[in-house]
């Protein structure tokens, strides 16, 4: 057993420890099993490395990530609340899948680290407490909602479980530029997967000589990249431009009581293989905006879950024939 380092806590001195007691003098202390020389800091050293270990962990862990996904089951496009939910709900159910999230920020969680015009809690309407309470995140009940203290307890939380699953692989910091098509014997289009490329990369197609993509193959693609913006609606707009689509109904004013129910009830497959949840849907729906309110995100995450699932066990029937 390592020696146990105290750390003496000087403000504030009522800080909990232990069951709320506190420690020594009225000053708090707080006990870490660390393995130190002698248990003193002035002897501690951590252990000797050589530089290209470092490199080598990490590169040798994703490029066999991106060889291990390069043919997924399912892809998610965009790691904000919703996508994050489609996940969890998704990973959980089905272990035996292997679940790629494309996310172009190098920061997963989207809008959901702060709860609205920078304050921090995040309010969420019933019947999405459940969705909370399946999570472990405590919140306060108001009634009709219930809000959780800060909005990156809940996006930490989420994402910290989304990762944890050993089926699903995060590559963030990586756009999707397209998505792969396949035409049927009818000649329908069917999406088959999607084309990326490192975000910094795709930044500057315009200034830098030809800089090719690679892909992902797959037979679902979940498509939550939030409503219309830098990186938002990519995968409904690209279906316009390519005529899968007549045109986008443009996201409405916020009507907070409209614009969740619809949402949620609107998640579904918009093209065969392609299903879009959250926010991205407005954009196809005319959906209303919903503002600083999060429970339709992560419902919407799951119900596009059970849709995915559903869509890929069809292919699966449709493959065996």
């Not at 001195?13 to 420690?23: A, D, I």
């Amino acid at each position: 057993m390592a020696p146990a380092v105290t750390i003496d806590v000087v403000e504030p001195t009522t800080l909990p420890h232990k069951g709320g007691v506190p420690v020594g003098n009225g000053k708090p202390r707080v006990d870490y099993d660390l393995e130190v020389a002698d248990g003193k800091w002035k002897d501690f050293s951590f252990h000797p490395i050589r530089e290209s270990q470092v490199a080598r962990a990490m590169a040798r862990r994703y490029f066999n990530d991106l060889d291990t996904y390069a043919e997924s089951d399912i892809v998610i496009v965009g790691a904000g609340s919703c996508g994050l939910s489609t996940a969890y709900t998704l990973a959980k159910a089905r272990p035996d899948l292997k679940i790629a999230i494309i996310e172009a920020s190098v920061s997963p969680g989207g809008g959901a680290w702060l709860g609205g015009q920078l304050f921090s809690a995040m309010v969420m309407r019933k019947p999405a407490d459940k969705f909370l309470s399946e999570l472990g995140i405590p919140f306060e009940d108001e009634g009709a909602y219930v809000v959780v203290k800060h909005a990156a307890l809940f996006t930490s939380t989420l994402l910290s479980k989304v990762l944890s699953f050993p089926n699903v692989k995060l590559f963030n910091a990586t756009s999707v530029e397209d998505l792969i098509t396949r035409r049927d014997e009818s000649g329908g289009l069917r999406i088959a997967g999607v084309v990326t490329n490192w975000t910094l990369v795709a930044m500057h197609h315009d200034d830098q000589s030809c800089m090719d993509p690679s892909t992902i193959n797959a037979p679902v693609i979940i498509s939550t990249t939030g409503h219309d913006g830098p990186f938002g609606a990519f995968s409904v707009k690209r279906l316009v431009s390519m005529q899968a689509l007549e045109k986008l109904g443009g996201m409405r004013g916020l009507d907070m009581n409209t614009a969740e129910d619809a949402i949620v009830k609107g998640t579904r497959e918009i093209v065969p293989g392609l299903i879009v949840g959250g926010m991205e849907l407005s954009e196809v729906d005319g959906a209303n905006r919903m503002g600083p309110t999060f429970g339709a995100m992560a419902l919407s995450g799951v119900k596009a879950a059970e849709e995915a699932l559903r869509v890929f066990e069809l292919r699966q029937k449709q493959n065996a024939v």
